[in-house]
């Protein structure tokens, strides 16, 4: 081997042994930060007894337990949230594991979505103290999510599904269901509009089977539409929770519209839609076998149109 040759070969073996000095700055396989390659999530964070849930992605949501019941808080006030819900968020936590340290230069943090300004966090919060990280972008193999931890440098990887419920809006968590969740439309046996178009309906068993029929004893003006504004009732749910106005009303004294029902059983309930709540919104409430519902609801136009539109297809109106 000539010496021109000789320098070639050396200066080649010391570009590719600097390259794997760099790439082991930057990406050191320090698995779990310690020798460990997969860590349970649970090791570092509080997840047993918790008390507080606080989750910033499109919207920072916060949920608290109360006894054995979990609730949403909207600016401050306790609103009932979806425990079920609540409960497979901590389950995918409790799955979670730390597959390992990525980089613990912090010039690196933007890159995978962990600087400090970053806004998806989640914190736990119990007795035994209270744990944050920060999640940032998918892996490009679909291994896991990139996090930190604050007040650390080193950005990990962690497995699981804790993305989605992070990015889940605060109407996500709360419990809008009206009645009871096995009430169903074929339960309902009256239908009557208290305020707004008139309409009073009754189903009716006739040879043909059951059908709606009106107060005069003429059959409804569409049974389909019938059928499913029955079933639009008794499935009713806000788009969210409605924090009372500190100024002016609801419009709920005198509401837009009003629509009750009889079940067979004789459990009967309420909706009712009142003034206009942000920009696509209304505030409504409900009443459950004569007794109001403790909260108060935003019901989206969209919803509010399709159920007037059903009470003219079954024959309300002048």
Not at 75 to 84: D, H, I, R, T
Not at 192 to 212: A, I
Not at 290 to 316: F, M, N, Q, T
């Amino acid at each position: 081997m000539t010496a021109d040759k000789r320098i070639l070969a050396l200066t080649a073996a010391n570009l590719a042994l600097l390259a794997l000095l760099v790439y082991g700055l930057f990406f050191s396989p320090r698995w779990g930060g310690r020798g460990t390659p997969d860590v349970p999530l649970s090791r570092v964070l509080p997840l047993k007894d918790l008390q507080e849930i606080s989750l910033a992605g499109e919207e920072k949501t916060v949920l608290r337990r109360e006894g054995g019941d979990w609730f949403l808080l909207l600016e401050g006030k306790p609103f009932p949230a979806e425990s079920e819900k609540v409960e497979r968020l901590l389950q995918a936590a409790g799955q979670a594991r730390l597959l390992g340290t990525v980089t613990e230069n912090r010039e690196l943090w933007d890159r995978f979505g962990v600087g400090e300004e970053e806004p998806r966090r989640i914190v736990f919060s119990s007795p035994r103290g209270r744990g944050e990280l920060i999640l940032g972008d998918q892996d490009a193999q679909g291994r896991g999510w990139y996090i930190r931890f604050p007040g650390t440098d080193a950005v990990r990887l962690l497995s699981g599904s804790l993305s989605f419920y992070i990015d889940r809006n605060q109407a996500y968590w709360g419990r809008l269901r009206f009645f009871p969740p096995d009430l169903s439309g074929r339960d309902l046996g009256y239908l009557r509009v208290e305020r707004g178009p008139p309409l009073h309906l009754f189903r009716e068993k006739t040879p043909q089977g059951l059908v709606w029929v009106r107060a005069g004893g003429e059959a409804a003006g569409n049974q389909g539409s019938a059928d499913s504004l029955a079933d639009a009732l008794a499935r009713f749910a806000g788009s969210g929770f409605a924090v009372p106005p500190a100024a002016g009303g609801t419009g709920l004294e005198e509401p837009v519209l009003r629509i009750s029902f009889t079940t067979g059983g004789g459990k009967t309930g309420t909706v009712s839609f009142g003034g206009p709540l942000g920009d696509s919104g209304l505030y409504c409430s409900g009443a459950m076998d004569g007794e109001p519902l403790p909260y108060l609801y935003k019901a989206d136009v969209a919803v509010y149109r399709r159920i007037r539109d059903l009470i003219r297809e079954s024959g309300g109106g002048p």
